[in-house]
């Protein structure tokens, strides 16, 4: 007997309206990073570096821990949604399961071999902190791979307000006022600092379950549509993936530390948190577009579908490289936000930016191969990039210090890219009668690349290097780029509202 549905599954989001949402959601989490940075930032960099690397670990486990289920729930629970009988339910329990175990046992593994970690990971200085943050953060473990995989089932279902919500206003908004409590109270102590930062992850967990409740992810009004067996057959191989392509994005704190020593870790982590504010809003972008992405390639739509990424590649490039550009010609005022000591590395932003406009301009490539059902191939991408990481920082960070670090990153970044083009080039060929194939870079990502290009490196060039001239290149570069954006807004997509696809 099934039971009853708790609530109608609700309609899908326009890509317009959840491409909006998470860009202000993005936003919020950008002026997040640059706060928890600057306070963090105000203690000794040996302090900085053991934040910083406890967290890295953190959240690679809780996003391991999520086993793909997210990226799982995005490309099958339109297929639940199809028809009169709905079936949500069976398919987010299938996720959580596996989930659950995994997190719990990597969350007591953490919790009893911290000390042994802290030793391996901390190069210079005690351990001790860096024990004392690991053991809390073991805390988060669970209810961040929950929550992974709950805001995953959401956007699944065609919201991608609660991800905003949770993940980039809640969550970042909590932390930052425990963490400035705490860390304006004089000495920091590691562990109240280590529970600032994880009680928000704890309630995000709370939040995304009543989400997906309303949503209608627990209703059950028929049989189960997708088999365990095709579920983690697909999922399998994200699983893996997602926690290499987290890995790709944190190790790199971990490994410096490991390498040069906690004093390096703080500000390499503490810089690399003005890149990670921009790759939140390319990140939102792409979190917007999946579940449209996906409808249209399961339905054979694709010439809907090619608009979809063409648009949104357009759209990561007028986003992002205003930004990278403004940070790659301008590194230092925005060190010297953090802090004076951080000033002289400031130039491994020069190349971490790079990095991220080349990623900008592939567009969502490694979400379009999902979307295409070939999470082996995205794995396939990952571990090239990942491998390729690790070994240039192990020739590079040692000769050239964080410098040799943002070096090897930035190569990977576009190793990673390069992959995934040619993976989705190949697929859509063979998946599309048509044959011809999916690819982010276009005519709108060009016009959008000219726009950012002519509004800010003129300005940055001429503009002295403190923050009140990068405030008035930016002050200038804005308005430049509205007009840029208007004169060309038939080809950038927003001339008119975005394609939808029908539920």
Same mark, same amino acid.
């Given at each position: 007997m099934t039971g009853p549905v708790l609530t109608a599954p609700k309609p899908v989001q326009s890509m317009?309206?959840?491409s909006s949402l998470a860009m202000v959601g993005a936003v919020i989490t950008t002026i997040a990073n640059f706060a928890i940075a600057y306070l963090v930032s105000r203690e000794s960099t040996s302090f900085a570096g053991v934040f910083f690397v406890a967290t890295a670990v953190t959240t690679i486990l809780g996003n391991s821990s999520c086993l793909g289920t997210m990226t799982g729930l995005v490309y099958f629970l339109p297929q639940t949604l199809d028809g009169e009988q709905k079936n949500p339910r069976d398919l987010i329990?299938?996720?959580?399961?596996?989930?659950?175990?995994?997190?719990?046992?990597?969350?007591?593994?953490?919790?009893?071999?911290?000390?042994?970690?802290?030793?391996?990971?901390?190069?210079?200085?005690?351990?001790?902190?860096?024990?004392?943050?690991?053991?809390?953060?073991?805390?988060?473990i669970v209810p961040f791979a929950l929550t992974v995989t709950?805001?995953?089932?959401?956007?699944?279902?065609?919201?991608?307000?609660?991800?905003?919500?949770?993940?980039?206003?809640?969550?970042?908004?909590?932390?930052?006022?425990?963490?400035?409590?705490?860390?304006?109270?004089?000495?920091?102590?590691?562990?109240?600092?280590?529970?600032?930062?994880?009680?928000?992850?704890i309630v995000g967990v709370v939040v995304a379950a009543i989400a997906v409740a309303r949503l209608g992810g627990f209703a059950n009004d028929g049989p189960a549509q997708v088999s365990n067996k095709e579920f983690w057959g697909y999922t399998r191989a994200r699983a893996l993936s997602t926690s290499l392509q987290i890995a790709l994005e944190r190790i790199d704190?971990?490994?410096?530390?490991?390498?040069?020593?906690?004093?390096?870790?703080?500000?390499?982590?503490?810089l690399s948190r003005f890149i990670s504010a921009g790759n939140f809003l390319m990140f939102s972008v792409s979190q917007a577009v999946s579940p449209s992405l996906r409808r249209a390639i399961s339905r054979g739509q694709w010439e809907v579908a090619q608009g979809l990424l063409r648009k949104a590649t357009g759209?990561?490039?007028?986003i992002a490289w205003p930004y990278f550009l403004i940070l790659a010609l301008k590194p230092e005022p925005f060190a010297n936000l953090l802090n004076a000591n951080y000033v002289s590395d400031a130039q491994i932003m020069t190349l971490l930016a790079v990095g991220m406009m080349f990623?900008?301009?592939?567009?969502?490539?490694?979400?379009?191969?999902?979307?295409?059902?070939?999470?082996? &191939?995205? &794995?396939?991408?990952?571990?090239?990039?990942?491998?390729?990481?690790?070994?240039?920082?192990?020739?590079l960070a040692p000769a050239y210090g964080i410098m040799g670090a943002a070096a090897a990153w930035a190569i990977s970044v576009a190793v990673h890219n390069t992959i995934a083009a040619g993976f989705v080039h190949r697929q859509s060929r063979q998946q599309n009668p048509a044959s011809w194939s999916l690819h982010g870079p276009s005519r709108a990502s060009g016009i959008a690349m000219a726009g950012a290009?002519?509004?800010?490196?003129?300005?940055?060039?001429?503009?002295?290097?403190?923050?009140i001239h990068v405030i008035l290149a930016g002050a200038v570069a804005g308005p430049i780029l509205a007009i840029w954006a208007f004169v060309f807004r038939s080809q950038l997509g927003f001339a008119k509202s975005s394609p939808t696809i029908a539920s």
């Open positions: 317009g309206m959840a329990l299938k996720a959580l399961g596996p989930v659950v175990v995994v997190s719990l046992t990597l969350a007591v593994l953490v919790a009893l071999f911290a000390s042994p970690m802290a030793s391996v990971i901390t190069k210079d200085g005690s351990p001790d902190d860096l024990t004392a943050m690991l053991r809390v953060f073991s805390l988060a709950l805001l995953g089932a959401t956007r699944g279902l065609g919201s991608v307000t609660p991800t905003v919500l949770v993940n980039q206003v809640m969550r970042p908004a909590g932390q930052i006022v425990l963490l400035g409590l705490l860390l304006t109270m004089g000495t920091p102590n590691p562990t109240l600092v280590a529970v600032g930062w994880t009680i928000p992850v704190v971990i490994i410096v530390g490991a390498l040069i020593g906690n004093g390096a870790a703080g500000v390499y982590g503490a759209w990561l490039v007028m990623s900008a301009a592939s567009g969502p490539i490694d979400l379009c191969l999902l979307m295409l059902g070939r999470s082996d &191939l995205s &794995l396939v991408g990952v571990a090239v990039a990942i491998v390729t990481d690790l070994v240039l920082l192990a020739v290009l002519l509004a800010v490196v003129p300005i940055g060039l001429l503009v002295g290097d403190d923050f």
